[in-house]
């Protein structure tokens, strides 16, 4: 796996070993920044379901302000700590170890607010569906906030009436669902 743009292009970056973590593949990874490209600059980026982080740190790649890690799985967690560490990103980002939901609720009450969200969990679990509900009860989204859910197609993500979902487009095997927070219009 590589970074594919901005200033860490072309380097490698570590998986977890085994089947726990599915890698978000480099076609869908490239579609998915292409669809923020323009609002990934100064951003406050939470990689919810981080896998080996390369959703996250692709966007500290391409100019994030700081990115929020987490995973359930401790390799992975070691996973994106070592990746931070190798592309001298550890200034620009935090990594949590945990329950996804539950950490939601520890960013909640420390005043955490994102301007783009990664959502990219275990395809058939309905965690996707039960973050975005937290992530809009709990206030962690700044109005006009950019969503990014990868789905499978017999699991698409439920949106709550605050958020302004686009149609999900295909890639392979995965889709992407690109979701507006607070109801504002993206293109």
Do not use: W
Not at 18 to 39: C, N, S, W, Y
């Amino acid at each position: 796996m590589r970074i594919i743009a901005g200033i860490a292009k072309g380097r490698e970056i570590l998986a977890p070993k085994g089947m726990h973590t599915r890698p978000t593949l480099a076609k869908v990874k490239e579609a998915m920044f292409g669809m923020i490209q323009f609002d990934i600059e100064g951003a406050r980026v939470l990689d919810l379901f981080a896998g080996s982080g390369s959703l996250g740190l692709e966007a500290i790649s391409r100019g994030a302000e700081h990115v929020v890690f987490c995973d359930s799985d401790r390799q992975a967690v070691s996973v994106v700590k070592a990746n931070l560490k190798k592309l001298g990103f550890e200034g620009s980002a935090s990594v949590n170890y945990g329950d996804s939901l539950e950490l939601l609720k520890r960013l909640a009450a420390e005043g955490e607010r994102f301007d783009i969200v990664l959502l990219d969990p275990p395809y058939e679990s309905e965690l996707e569906s039960m973050a975005l509900a937290l992530l809009d009860e709990l206030s962690l989204l700044e109005e006009g906030a950019i969503l990014l859910c990868e789905h499978s197609q017999s699991n698409p993500p439920a949106f709550t009436e605050g958020y302004n979902a686009k149609k999900a487009r295909k890639y392979g095997d995965s889709f992407v669902t690109l979701a507006v927070y607070g109801g504002a219009d993206q293109e």
